[in-house]
């Protein structure tokens, strides 16, 4: 999606299991959600 | 950074002067929505979520902000999102699978309890312990009281893949209580500017006091949905999100207003969860998912 929305030079960092721990714990796991920090850049 | 000036204004004061500099800012827009909706209307943007690298599921908090119409909120005239007449965008919103408005409003009493109660049962983390979690700087985080980071509900660390630089200028789309924001206004130093954007009244009331309280001078906390940020267009260097973007039923409203305030060469960093596996059609249409 930031591709599409013109964005370039995308960047994800390795998943942060920001769930651990907490009760919502559960829930990510069953679809295996984690952060992540996105990095883009709008062309010049 | 600071400034002895800043000691003597007013919590309430400074809130009213911000209201009023958005009030003239947004007449201000005015022309350039229209050219905007009319552009927008020609050449549709081409959005696909089938391009996302992963795809950004809705399980944690909010940030983007109901219109500021509601609850009493009206601060004079309001921008609306700059969604086209085409049909590829009617149809866009009609894709949604949660009405919008009963999102926002979930988002936005959820948000105000981790406002008013930090400390709270959530199904999240919260404060100091989360930002440790997340990898921020342990500097940076002694420094701040706990009245700038007990609400801090991130999802991940929007400036470890790029750092800020002194005299950059910051949007933070959902700046929440403000922990990313005062974050970013240090690094960014006495010659950059912040502008942290939230649609809940109890979270820019605890970032604005905040801010006074610190003598911040180069943080501003205004009111604003993310899909219809307050800010003119290219002002930004950088844009920063964490755990708001995921919170927004329509992410390509989100995405075009952040390109638009982005300047050509910004960049925009953020935190933001995303699913391995894929989401059941009817958990996306439980609206009680969406905010935990």
Known sequence: MLEATGLENVAISDPVDTFGGASGEEKARAYDVHGYAFLARKPR | MTSPAAAVIDPRAAAARHDRILIERLVELVPTLIVLMTESGR???????????VTV??????????????????????RQPTYGTSGERRQAMQDLHVDQDQLRHQVRD?????????AGDYHFHTGRRLAKKLGYDQRALAELPDEAVESFAGIANPFTLR?????????D????????????ARLVGDTGTVIGVDMTREMLDKSRTVAWEMRVTNVEFREGLAESLPVESEWADVVISNGVINLC??????????????????HVQFGDIANGRPVPEGALQDIDLWTG
């Open chain 2, 57 to 78: 599921f809705n399980a944690h908090l909010i940030t983007c902000r109901p219109r500021p119409t509601v609850e009493g909120n009206d601060q004079g005239p309001s």
């Open chain 2, 43 to 53: 050449n549709p943007p081409r959005f696909g979520y089938e391009n996302a690298p």
């Open chain 2, 163 to 171: 750092a800020l630089e002194p005299g950059e200028r910051v949007v």
């Open chain 2, 173 to 184: 789309v959902g700046s929440g209580g403000g922990f990313d924001s005062h974050i970013a």
């Open chain 2, 110 to 118: 959820k948000y105000r309890q981790v406002a008013v109660a930090p």
């Open chain 2, 249 to 266: 039923p329509d992410k390509k409203a989100v995405f075009e207003e952040i390109f638009r305030v982005l300047r050509p060469g910004g």
